[in-house]
């Protein structure tokens, strides 16, 4: 009873009753269609939930300052080569006053085995004089102040925001996109399109699902030779595929 109530009122909020052009039995299909996706994604929630309880970044910081920049090298490389680096990093600019006064030549230096180093080190720079700048020497705690950071788009703060303040935000990389699409749960083709149909689907305790998407991903769930006769769910896989956004 609990659980249908659950699903009306999520059904209650889909766009299908705005589409008051549709014929009865049109409208009659689209529910059920809908309740059946939304009981997919349900149970897929509540699996994934049970399975990684407690499922955070692998990424190593101790403060939001560290936090950041740890994200900001991920992009596109591994955490644990992020993990490498960063210490170095962290000791010699503790703050976003000391890495604002940095030059490009030492910051490049420290992260060079990191994919993008140079890129990654011109924004770091920026970020941190941003940082000092326009907030008061504060990273900013919302999504929105946090974008206006050179480098930092809206799958970063959103990780960022979840990981730190566990607010409840979607954040789709790599393994979150091949995840959600091996279990039928997107079918977008941009990673900002699939948080948006995650974000529909799940509706809450987006920041822990980002993360044990992740965890899954990238040990259980990889882009090639996935361990599927171990898979708690591959009742719900409906292809083996290597999906990447575009
Ligand atoms: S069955 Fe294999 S490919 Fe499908 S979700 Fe599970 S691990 Fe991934």
Redesign the pocket.
């Known amino acids: 009873m609990g659980r249908n109530k659950i699903l009306l009122d999520k059904l209650a909020h889909e766009d299908i009753y705005l589409h008051n052009t549709l014929s009865e039995s049109e409208i009659e299909h689209n529910i059920t269609q809908n309740r059946s996706r939304l009981q997919r994604a349900e149970e897929i929630k509540q699996r994934f939930l049970q399975k990684y309880q407690n499922a955070k970044t692998e990424l190593q910081y101790s403060n939001i300052y560290e936090l950041l920049i740890a994200v900001m090298l991920s992009a596109q490389c591994t955490d644990k080569r992020v993990n490498l680096v960063t210490p170095t990093l962290f000791a010699k600019y503790p703050n976003t006053r000391a890495l604002s006064e940095a030059t490009f030549e030492e910051v490049s230096a420290i992260i060079k085995s990191i994919s993008f180093f140079n890129v990654k080190a011109r924004h770091l720079i920026a970020m941190a004089k941003s940082v000092e700048k326009d907030f008061g020497g504060n990273i900013p705690m919302n999504q929105r102040d946090l974008m206006k950071l050179q480098g930092v788009g809206q799958k970063s703060a959103n990780v960022v925001l979840g990981e730190f303040l566990h607010l409840n935000y979607m954040a789709v990389d790599t393994h979150v996109f091949r995840?959600s699409h091996?279990?039928s749960l997107s079918s977008s083709i941009s990673a900002i399109e699939t948080e948006k149909d995650l974000v529909r689907l799940f509706k809450d305790h987006l920041n822990l699902l980002h993360q044990a998407f992740v965890l899954f991903g990238r040990y259980?769930?990889k882009a090639t030779k996935?361990?599927?006769p171990d898979?708690f769910?591959?009742d719900f896989?409906i292809s083996?595929q290597n999906f990447k956004p575009r």
Do not use: A, D, H, I
């Open positions: 995840v091996r279990l259980e769930c996935p361990n599927c898979c769910v591959s896989c083996k």
